[in-house]
């Protein structure tokens, strides 16, 4: 056993005694009716509960004063039945006990009947620096994880067993997620802050390179160093990971990270905003996916509808939803605020990214009723796809710092439609999704004998992932109508990439055209030669006009119900062209249509 476990019993042991004699701390508010803003959280879905914790709020009273304080709450909301923005069905609202810790953007993992939260800063900027919850620098203890159970409503610090080689830290602005199949918990990238860290050094922030892996079952923890690559010496952090179970083995993650910089380098951290940023861009123009039976990194190409790649932006939610109408998968991000030059500035759209096409498609979002475009913007937030409907809590408006008079936000929890797009006011459990038109037309995909494809032929960086969706996908499934025209693959502006189809399609109709001039001619060149024969057999293809001629001829004479006029009389041109054997081009013309008509 590591010292490591022994630290973290003797700690737990300590807060334990420590909350006898302080079990009496009181929020002078109700969450509910007081809340004004809540954002850095977390929240997972436990069952048919939405569990929120953590995060820093303002709360304000009925005197209309404010009070910004670190969440003291855990809530949970019923989500297995319907209900309005307006009034949530509230079944958990639980004051923490001082010991556990209140953190800003650490991990929450729904497993069975409970949840863990590890991970996360204590965060201590002017005016939440006088939350009850606030520690000094010294007294941040070290990587603890702790328990609540839905049933009972009690809290306790979880023992674990830190793994040989495995070097273990909070950290602060990491992405997770949990596998309930696999019993595991993962805990992907982040940063060291001196409010994440006793030992971290003043005015500086540390990428980490690794992702820590929670065992349920052995209470075991360990870090898997090799993000991304062997090679990949960056520290990743504020960005999202979702679990993609499909196939016949464990399944897949898919993690889209906003920033980076070099593992383990010390990067300026004022104390007074809440910056963070990497020194490195990240485009969203590839994702990475883990192979959790190789636990191999690969990185996935992905393409941008109509040429319209997903803004860069930091501190966005994400939710991975199945479509079973199109046989597709479909991976949403929602908001964020760009990064480092223009933070107040937010995003008000929502991308969509289509698998196996991986196709990137826009979906712009009304803003609420009777609220401005900067109403809509929000970042430190979370949300979560149940249905047809994405679930939204809370958010800060963009900036680099939290303002103490910022605007309320109407409902801590707001719904999106996914599939007609705009905002909800109630939710519905039994709603089913469906593939927006939006995204049909622009992302959608074909399984052609028994083969699936992303864009343009870009190649599965994972062979077991293309391996896993046939698996999982229904060979004989066609595209919803008519093939929609891809996202351009070709470099330039969508002005010139519609010039150089234009082109291409006249310089085809004019080949066409061309070919076709020259076909009349040819023809018409050919019957004017059959028409100076005279005598010998005149020849299309298998039909002897000769042969045809003097059929006729025999007809007219041989029978006994027409009269043989004289020549010079009123027979038709035709006729009389036919006994004299001469042809003329029209009349060839329609000579050969007839021997056609008898073959």
Known sequence: MKLSFLLSSLFGFGQSVYAVFNDNLQAE??????????????????????????????????NG???????????????SKPFSTSELPIIIQEQKPHWVAVVNRGAVSGYDNYILISGGHFYNKTGWDKSQYTLSKSEIPPYTIYKFSLDSKKWENVSFVEEEG????????????????????????????PRSAS???????????????????TKSIVNETNVFSENDSMGYWHGTLEPFIIGEGKGFM????SEAAKANSLIADDPDESDEFGTVDISFNEIKIYNLDTQQWSTQKTWAASGVEPVLRTRFCSALIRSEATRTWEYYIYGGQLRRDNQTQGVDDIYVLTIPSFIWTKISVPGF????????????????????????????????????????????VSIFNLNNPGWLGEFDPKNEYKTPETVQRSAEFSIRKGQIKPAFGTRFADPALEAALIHNLTRTVEPLGPEPPGPSPWPGSSKARGGFIAGMIVLFLLILLGMYLLYRRWKRS????????????????????EESTVKREESNVNSEETPVAEIGDSRPKEQKSLET?????????RILDSGEAMR
């Not at 997770?176 to 696999?182: K, N, Q, R, V, Y």
């Open 29 to 62: 508010y109700d969450f509910i009716k007081s809340r004004c803003r809540l954002g850095a959280h977390q929240s997972a879905i436990v069952g048919g509960t939405l569990m929120i914790d953590g995060g820093s709020a303002i709360f304000e009273l009925e």
């Open 65 to 79: 004063s404010r009070i910004q304080d670190l969440n003291p709450y855990i809530l949970g909301i019923d989500v």
């Open 166 to 193: 495995s070097e273990v830290h909070r950290t602060f602005g990491g992405a997770s997620a949990t596998i309930p199949s696999l019993k595991k918990s993962y805990y992907l990238g982040g940063v060291i802050t």
């Open 199 to 217: 030992d971290a050094p003043d005015n500086f922030f540390r990428p980490t390179k690794g992702m820590i892996v929670y065992d349920h079952d």
């Open 254 to 257: 898919i993690a889209l990270m």
């Open 369 to 412: 009723p009777g609220a401005s475009v900067q109403d809509t913007w929000t970042r430190s937030h979370t949300c979560h796809a149940i249905g047809g409907q994405l679930l939204i809590v809370g958010g800060w408006p963009p900036g680099s710092r939290l303002e103490s008079n910022v605007k309320c936000q109407k409902d801590l």
């Open 526 to 545: 050919k019957s004017s030669s059959a028409a100076h024969m005279n005598g010998p057999a005149v020849q299309d293809g298998n039909l002897n006009r």
């Open 581 to 589: 054997g001469t042809v003329t081009p029209q009349q060839d013309d």
